[in-house]
Protein backbone atom coordinates (compact mmCIF):
# COMPACT_ATOMS: atom_id res chain seq x y z
CA UNK A 1 0.00 0.00 0.00
CA UNK A 2 1.33 3.21 -0.57
CA UNK A 3 -0.19 7.23 -0.87
CA UNK A 4 1.69 10.42 -0.82
CA UNK A 5 -0.46 13.53 1.17
CA UNK A 6 0.65 16.63 2.19
CA UNK A 7 1.95 16.99 6.13
CA UNK A 8 2.87 18.99 9.04
CA UNK A 9 5.08 16.64 11.28
CA UNK A 10 4.07 17.19 15.52
CA UNK A 11 6.85 15.18 16.59
CA UNK A 12 9.34 12.45 15.98
CA UNK A 13 11.17 10.27 18.10
CA UNK A 14 14.97 8.28 17.42
CA UNK A 15 14.55 4.51 16.40
CA UNK A 16 17.51 2.75 16.54
CA UNK A 17 21.22 4.14 15.18
CA UNK A 18 19.87 6.46 12.55
CA UNK A 19 16.15 6.10 11.72
CA UNK A 20 13.55 8.11 13.30
CA UNK A 21 9.62 7.36 13.97
CA UNK A 22 8.02 10.46 12.73
CA UNK A 23 4.45 11.27 13.89
CA UNK A 24 2.68 13.52 11.25
CA UNK A 25 -0.87 15.07 10.71
CA UNK A 26 -1.70 14.41 6.93
CA UNK A 27 -4.54 16.06 5.21
CA UNK A 28 -6.24 12.96 4.13
CA UNK A 29 -4.92 9.96 6.38
CA UNK A 30 -5.26 11.64 9.73
CA UNK A 31 -2.43 11.55 12.38
CA UNK A 32 -0.14 9.14 11.28
CA UNK A 33 3.21 7.49 11.72
CA UNK A 34 6.05 6.04 9.65
CA UNK A 35 9.50 5.33 9.92
CA UNK A 36 12.25 7.63 8.37
CA UNK A 37 15.19 6.18 7.06
CA UNK A 38 18.63 8.10 8.39
CA UNK A 39 15.91 10.57 10.29
CA UNK A 40 18.22 10.73 13.19
CA UNK A 41 21.44 11.69 11.25
CA UNK A 42 22.68 15.27 10.49
CA UNK A 43 21.61 15.53 6.73
CA UNK A 44 17.90 14.56 7.63
CA UNK A 45 17.39 15.88 11.07
CA UNK A 46 16.03 19.20 9.99
CA UNK A 47 13.02 17.62 7.99
CA UNK A 48 11.64 16.19 10.99
CA UNK A 49 11.26 18.87 13.14
CA UNK A 50 8.15 20.13 14.82
CA UNK A 51 6.04 22.27 12.59
CA UNK A 52 7.31 21.24 8.95
CA UNK A 53 5.13 21.57 6.13
CA UNK A 54 5.92 18.39 4.32
CA UNK A 55 4.98 16.03 1.65
CA UNK A 56 5.04 12.71 2.50
CA UNK A 57 5.21 9.41 0.50
CA UNK A 58 4.20 6.55 2.82
CA UNK A 59 4.69 2.92 2.09
CA UNK A 60 3.67 -0.08 4.12
CA UNK A 61 2.82 -3.63 2.63
CA UNK A 62 -0.42 -3.57 5.26
CA UNK A 63 -2.29 -0.68 6.14
CA UNK A 64 -2.44 -1.01 9.46
CA UNK A 65 1.57 -2.10 9.67
CA UNK A 66 4.41 1.24 10.65
CA UNK A 67 5.34 1.69 7.32
CA UNK A 68 8.46 3.78 5.92
CA UNK A 69 7.86 7.00 4.86
CA UNK A 70 10.01 9.61 2.53
CA UNK A 71 8.95 13.49 3.70
CA UNK A 72 10.15 16.45 0.91
CA UNK A 73 10.73 19.45 2.94
CA UNK A 74 7.55 22.20 1.64
CA UNK A 75 8.26 25.02 4.42
CA UNK A 76 9.87 24.48 7.96
CA UNK A 77 7.44 26.96 10.44
CA UNK A 78 9.22 26.18 13.17
CA UNK A 79 11.99 27.44 11.95
CA UNK A 80 10.58 30.99 11.49
CA UNK A 81 9.24 31.13 14.87
CA UNK A 82 11.94 29.97 16.95
CA UNK A 83 13.46 32.91 18.67
CA UNK A 84 9.73 33.93 19.45
CA UNK A 85 9.04 32.28 23.13
CA UNK A 86 5.19 32.54 22.85
CA UNK A 87 5.33 31.26 19.01
CA UNK A 88 7.26 28.47 20.07
CA UNK A 89 5.23 27.52 23.06
CA UNK A 90 2.15 27.60 21.18
CA UNK A 91 3.70 25.40 18.79
CA UNK A 92 4.83 22.58 20.72
CA UNK A 93 1.29 23.31 21.98
CA UNK A 94 -0.45 22.37 19.28
CA UNK A 95 1.86 19.31 18.53
CA UNK A 96 1.23 17.91 21.88
CA UNK A 97 -2.34 18.18 21.71
CA UNK A 98 -2.85 16.77 18.18
CA UNK A 99 -0.58 13.67 19.49
CA UNK A 100 -2.29 13.75 22.53
CA UNK A 101 -6.42 13.70 21.10
CA UNK A 102 -6.26 12.75 17.32
CA UNK A 103 -6.94 8.62 16.77
CA UNK A 104 -4.26 7.21 14.42
CA UNK A 105 -5.26 6.97 10.76
CA UNK A 106 -9.00 8.96 11.17
CA UNK A 107 -8.77 11.46 8.36
CA UNK A 108 -9.63 15.18 10.03
CA UNK A 109 -9.02 17.25 6.89
CA UNK A 110 -10.64 20.41 8.68
CA UNK A 111 -7.97 19.92 11.53
CA UNK A 112 -5.49 19.38 9.57
CA UNK A 113 -6.44 22.61 6.83
CA UNK A 114 -7.41 25.07 10.17
CA UNK A 115 -3.59 23.90 11.52
CA UNK A 116 -2.27 25.08 8.55
CA UNK A 117 -4.02 28.06 8.59
CA UNK A 118 -2.90 29.00 11.70
CA UNK A 119 1.06 28.33 11.23
CA UNK A 120 0.98 30.84 8.05
CA UNK A 121 -0.33 33.13 10.54
CA UNK A 122 2.25 32.37 13.06
CA UNK A 123 5.21 32.93 10.46
CA UNK A 124 3.38 36.36 9.51
CA UNK A 125 5.74 38.82 11.21
CA UNK A 126 3.47 41.98 10.83
CA UNK A 127 0.75 41.39 13.49
CA UNK A 128 -0.92 39.24 16.23
CA UNK A 129 -3.94 38.23 15.03
CA UNK A 130 -2.68 34.43 15.29
CA UNK A 131 -3.03 34.80 19.25
CA UNK A 132 -6.86 34.66 18.51
CA UNK A 133 -6.54 32.55 15.40
CA UNK A 134 -4.97 29.90 18.24
CA UNK A 135 -7.80 29.75 20.57
CA UNK A 136 -9.97 29.32 17.76
CA UNK A 137 -8.00 26.43 16.27
CA UNK A 138 -8.81 24.72 19.97
CA UNK A 139 -12.83 25.60 19.40
CA UNK A 140 -12.49 23.89 16.24
CA UNK A 141 -10.90 21.13 17.39
CA UNK A 142 -13.48 20.76 20.27
CA UNK A 143 -16.01 20.87 17.00
CA UNK A 144 -14.06 18.31 15.24
CA UNK A 145 -13.83 15.87 18.46
CA UNK A 146 -17.59 15.72 18.70
CA UNK A 147 -18.29 19.01 21.43
CA UNK A 148 -18.78 22.09 19.88
CA UNK A 149 -19.86 25.11 21.55
CA UNK A 150 -22.79 27.19 21.08
CA UNK A 151 -21.87 30.54 20.89
CA UNK A 152 -24.07 32.29 18.63
CA UNK A 153 -27.62 32.92 20.28
CA UNK A 154 -28.22 33.37 23.97
CA UNK A 155 -29.16 29.79 25.21
CA UNK A 156 -32.56 31.58 27.70
CA UNK A 157 -33.87 34.04 24.72
CA UNK A 158 -32.40 33.46 21.34
CA UNK A 159 -30.73 36.80 20.97
CA UNK A 160 -27.38 36.78 18.86
CA UNK A 161 -26.30 40.02 19.95
CA UNK A 162 -24.58 41.37 23.66
CA UNK A 163 -23.63 37.60 24.29
CA UNK A 164 -21.27 38.34 27.71
CA UNK A 165 -20.74 34.91 29.21
CA UNK A 166 -20.59 30.87 28.68
CA UNK A 167 -22.25 28.23 31.11
CA UNK A 168 -19.72 25.74 31.78
CA UNK A 169 -22.21 23.37 32.45
CA UNK A 170 -23.82 23.66 28.95
CA UNK A 171 -20.90 25.35 26.90
CA UNK A 172 -23.78 27.93 25.61
CA UNK A 173 -23.53 31.50 25.63
CA UNK A 174 -26.17 33.61 27.60
CA UNK A 175 -26.30 37.74 27.00
CA UNK A 176 -24.97 40.10 29.58
CA UNK A 177 -28.38 40.80 31.54
CA UNK A 178 -29.13 37.38 31.82
CA UNK A 179 -25.69 35.98 33.13
CA UNK A 180 -24.59 39.45 34.90
CA UNK A 181 -26.37 38.13 38.52
CA UNK A 182 -24.01 34.51 37.90
CA UNK A 183 -20.92 35.92 36.31
CA UNK A 184 -18.73 34.60 39.01
CA UNK A 185 -20.22 31.03 37.87
CA UNK A 186 -19.84 31.62 34.26
CA UNK A 187 -16.80 31.97 31.93
CA UNK A 188 -16.35 35.32 29.94
CA UNK A 189 -16.98 34.82 26.36
CA UNK A 190 -14.92 37.48 23.91
CA UNK A 191 -16.10 39.27 21.31
CA UNK A 192 -13.61 37.51 18.47
CA UNK A 193 -15.27 34.08 19.60
CA UNK A 194 -19.20 35.41 19.53
CA UNK A 195 -21.47 35.84 16.76
CA UNK A 196 -19.16 34.52 14.21
CA UNK A 197 -17.10 37.61 15.15
CA UNK A 198 -13.73 37.55 12.59
CA UNK A 199 -12.43 40.85 13.49
CA UNK A 200 -9.34 38.67 15.30
CA UNK A 201 -6.91 42.10 15.23
CA UNK A 202 -8.82 43.59 18.05
CA UNK A 203 -9.32 40.94 20.12
CA UNK A 204 -6.92 41.67 23.56
CA UNK A 205 -4.41 39.79 25.63
CA UNK A 206 -6.91 39.48 28.16
CA UNK A 207 -9.57 38.72 25.54
CA UNK A 208 -7.16 36.12 24.42
CA UNK A 209 -6.63 34.83 27.70
CA UNK A 210 -10.68 34.24 28.72
CA UNK A 211 -10.96 32.75 25.72
CA UNK A 212 -8.43 30.07 26.38
CA UNK A 213 -9.96 29.97 30.06
CA UNK A 214 -12.88 28.96 27.64
CA UNK A 215 -11.81 26.24 25.34
CA UNK A 216 -9.32 24.86 28.14
CA UNK A 217 -12.17 24.11 30.67
CA UNK A 218 -14.05 22.17 27.79
CA UNK A 219 -11.01 20.56 26.20
CA UNK A 220 -9.87 18.92 29.65
CA UNK A 221 -13.75 18.52 30.59
CA UNK A 222 -14.79 16.59 27.47
CA UNK A 223 -11.34 15.18 26.22
CA UNK A 224 -8.68 15.29 27.63
CA UNK A 225 -11.27 13.57 31.20
CA UNK A 226 -12.21 10.80 29.01
CA UNK A 227 -8.21 9.86 28.52
CA UNK A 228 -7.70 10.26 31.87
CA UNK A 229 -5.16 12.84 30.63
CA UNK A 230 -4.43 17.15 31.44
CA UNK A 231 -3.90 19.74 29.28
CA UNK A 232 -0.17 19.25 27.95
CA UNK A 233 2.67 21.12 29.80
CA UNK A 234 3.56 23.55 26.73
CA UNK A 235 -0.64 24.14 26.85
CA UNK A 236 -0.23 25.81 30.75
CA UNK A 237 3.45 27.73 29.15
CA UNK A 238 1.77 29.12 26.11
CA UNK A 239 -1.05 30.94 28.49
CA UNK A 240 1.43 31.84 31.89
CA UNK A 241 3.58 33.91 28.73
CA UNK A 242 -0.11 35.15 27.86
CA UNK A 243 -1.19 36.39 31.54
CA UNK A 244 2.12 38.22 31.70
CA UNK A 245 0.73 40.05 28.89
CA UNK A 246 -1.76 41.55 30.75
Same mark, same amino acid.
Given at each position: ?????????????????????????????????????????????????????????????????????????????????????????????????? !?? &? +? %???? #??? @???????????????????????????????????????????????????????????????????????????? !?? &? +? %???? #??? @??????????????????????????????????????????????????
Amino acid at each position: MEWIDQAIIIGSRKHGEKASIVQMLTKNHGKHAGLLSGGSTSSKRHLVEPGNYVSANWRGRLPEHLGRVNIELERSFGAVILGEPKKLAALNSICEII !LL &V +L %PERE #SHN @EIFMATLFLLQNMANEQDDIWLALYVRWELGLLGALGFGLQLSTCAVTGQTNNLAYVSPKTGRAVTMDIGLPYKDQ !LF &V +L %PDFL #SNG @ERNHGNASYKDIVNGAKLTGYFLEKHVFATLNKTLPPMRNRFFDLMNKEI
